[in-house]
Each structure stands twice: as structure tokens, then as C-alpha cells.
């Protein structure tokens, strides 16, 4: 008999689309998740095109897609997503949730615990996001 995977704390991290800053509306379009004891940092992504659209008819929705996107290729690291993929899991997180006056913006951060932090993405993604 296999021990169950050990519990690690994790925190977790909306990000939200604000097409128009000056209305404050948002959506929901993605989740990043960091486990320092599992070393993981990941981002799960999903844009609701016609809710975004209700919110704003103009909205630059290859744009948004393309800093969503790029957003996933920090968490995954690797020299074609810039500098800050190429620190630690942690660091990576901590740069992705600083606020920022963009159109896909860091929500606050929430903790939990979680023995697989990816399936933990995905239930948060399917949960806040979908």
C-alpha cells in the first residue's frame, strides 16, 4: 500500500481581465498557483470572449489572449518567456501577483492545501474561471 502524497500549502492568485479601467467591471480568466514545498508554480487560462465583449465591444481580445499566454509561459520558465522565467518557482509567483495598471490584472492572494498542486489549478480554474 502506497502512503498517500504529503499536504503542502499552496496560494493561489485570479487573474482578471478589466477592459476599461475606468468602469472597473472584470472578468475572471485564469488562476496562478504557487507550492513552495512542491516547487510548482503554474497558470491556468481561460477567456470568455462574449462575456468580455459585454463588457466591452472593443476589446482587444488577441491582445488579451497573447498576455494570458504569456503569462502561462513564466510559470512553465524557459529562456522564450523573458528574464523572470528563468527564476526560482516563488520568485516567478511573487513577480506575477504585483499589481499592475494593465488590462489583466492580479486578483489578492488566497492559501490552502492541496496534495497536487496542477490538479489544484485546474479545480480552481474550472471553479472561478469556467
Not at 499536504?7 to 485564469?30: K, S
Not at 488562476?31 to 482587444?60: I, K, M
Not at 523572470?84 to 488590462?103: H, I, M
Amino acid at each position: 500500500m502506497t502512503a498517500p502524497a504529503p499536504l503542502h500549502v499552496f496560494e493561489y492568485a485570479l487573474l482578471r481581465v478589466v477592459p476599461r479601467i475606468e468602469r472597473g467591471e472584470q472578468i475572471n480568466a485564469g488562476v496562478l498557483v504557487y507550492c513552495r514545498g512542491a516547487s510548482f508554480v503554474g497558470a491556468r487560462t481561460h477567456l470568455d470572449a462574449d462575456r468580455l465583449r459585454a463588457l466591452d465591444p472593443e476589446a482587444d481580445v488577441p491582445g488579451i489572449r497573447a498576455a494570458l499566454h504569456a503569462v502561462e509561459g513564466v510559470c512553465r520558465g524557459g529562456d522564450e518567456a523573458g528574464q523572470a522565467a528563468r527564476d526560482e518557482a516563488g520568485r516567478r509567483f511573487r513577480w506575477l501577483v504585483a499589481p499592475r495598471s494593465t488590462v489583466v490584472q492580479p486578483g489578492p492572494v488566497h492559501t490552502g492545501l492541496t496534495r497536487d498542486p496542477a490538479a489544484e489549478a485546474d479545480r480552481l480554474l474550472a471553479l472561478l474561471v469556467r
